[in-house]
């Protein structure tokens, strides 16, 4: 991004500095996620179902956040951009506390747990091409120059995200649901 940005923004026949910054998360959860092969819809589905959910790396430990709290940090990002220009033209990462770094297996635990009815999952044994055990992103400049912090832990944003797909398969409205969930996250306090 910075060699593309110096590249076509600060050359002539520009000559000009460009506020471009681009922005990234760990891995995210909340409530209307269809995406195949991502842990939370493909376990809503299974339970939906009445099946239990095949897991195919119970064990990899991944960064996990709730929507919300990177989404409050691209704003973040994108106001100081306007307001600043270039000195916020960077790569910003959006990652959750450590303790909310946690295993596949865990987080399957807690949304089966939240969703009730029996669900559960199982590892899949069928061959999936290799996946890093270990992911994450560093958001330490997000932190000390935003001022940005996860708002929700991961505990509640499982919570958060097992209640949304149950209240969105009884017939809920996703844009209720959706407006519900960001009426809850600006109480949280400021990022």
Do not use: K
Request: proline share 7%; net charge positive.
């Amino acid at each position: 991004m910075a060699a593309w940005r110096h590249a076509f923004f600060t050359a002539p026949p520009i000559g000009r500095a460009v506020a471009i910054a681009s922005a990234r998360a760990g891995n995210v959860i909340g409530g209307g996620d269809r995406a195949e092969d991502r842990l939370i819809p493909d376990c809503i589905r299974a339970f939906a179902a009445g099946h239990p959910a095949p897991i195919r790396n119970p064990h990899a430990i991944r960064p996990w956040q709730h929507v919300l709290d990177p989404l409050c940090g691209y704003f973040l990002v994108a106001e100081r951009l306007c307001q600043d220009g270039p000195a916020y033209a960077a790569g910003w990462n959006f990652d959750p506390a450590m303790a909310d770094t946690q295993t596949v297996g865990q987080v399957a635990d807690r949304l089966a747990a939240n969703w009730g009815e029996a669900a559960g999952w199982v590892a899949d044994a069928t061959a999936h091409p290799p996946e890093a055990r270990l992911l994450a992103i560093n958001a330490a400049q997000a932190r000390s120059r935003l001022g940005w912090r996860s708002r929700l832990r991961l505990p509640d944003a499982i919570d958060w995200t097992a209640r949304w797909y149950q209240r969105q398969l009884r017939g809920a409205p996703v844009a209720a649901l959706m407006e519900a969930d960001i009426a809850r996250y600006t109480v949280l306090g400021a990022a």
